[in-house]
């Protein structure tokens, strides 16, 4: 006995469209683990600037210093060095944070998407049982009507 192609289609349909949503939440997570290591990269890109801008401006602050006549060992050159060097660190770490702060945000995030194309694929099952049960209803129906009018 062949099956009828429409009951088939209503119970393909659902798993077709599970399938797909699987599909786009992996191609979605995929995107943001590579979006979370770009951002880890361009965060370390940006420390490596930073800290060639801060050694650039301590090189600046000794060349004024020795030419403004303070000695370059003396407590209030030292001082001034030691305190740009710190400051220098700190903004080092606040950008290292922020990036690994996104990244982190970005790996939730493709955690999230895998989640929602799991869930896709488990509705299109669950879509799919549950019109193959209201088939079987309708043609139980249907027996029972057809055996009551002979």
Do not use: C
């Not at 659902?14 to 797909?20: E, L, Q, T, Y």
């Not at 660190?89 to 606040?94: H, P, R, Y």
């Amino acid at each position: 006995m062949a099956l009828p192609l429409l009951p088939l289609l209503a119970v393909a349909a659902p798993i077709m469209r599970g399938v797909s949503g699987l599909m786009a939440g992996n191609a979605n997570a995929s995107a943001a683990r590579e979006q979370a290591g770009e951002e880890r990269s361009a965060a370390a890109r940006r420390v490596r600037r930073q800290k060639e801008q801060a050694r650039t401006a301590i090189g600046e602050q000794l060349a004024l210093m020795h030419g403004g006549g303070l000695e370059g060992g003396s407590g209030t050159a030292l001082d001034l060095l030691r305190r740009s060097q710190v400051e220098a660190a700190l903004d080092a770490m606040e950008l290292r944070r922020e990036g690994a702060t996104r990244g982190r945000a970005l790996d939730a995030q493709a955690r999230n998407e895998k989640r929602q194309g799991q869930f896709a694929l488990l509705e299109g099952f669950l879509g799919a049982g549950n019109a193959y049960l209201d088939q079987r209803h309708d043609w139980a129906q249907a027996r029972t009507g057809d055996e009551r009018r002979r």
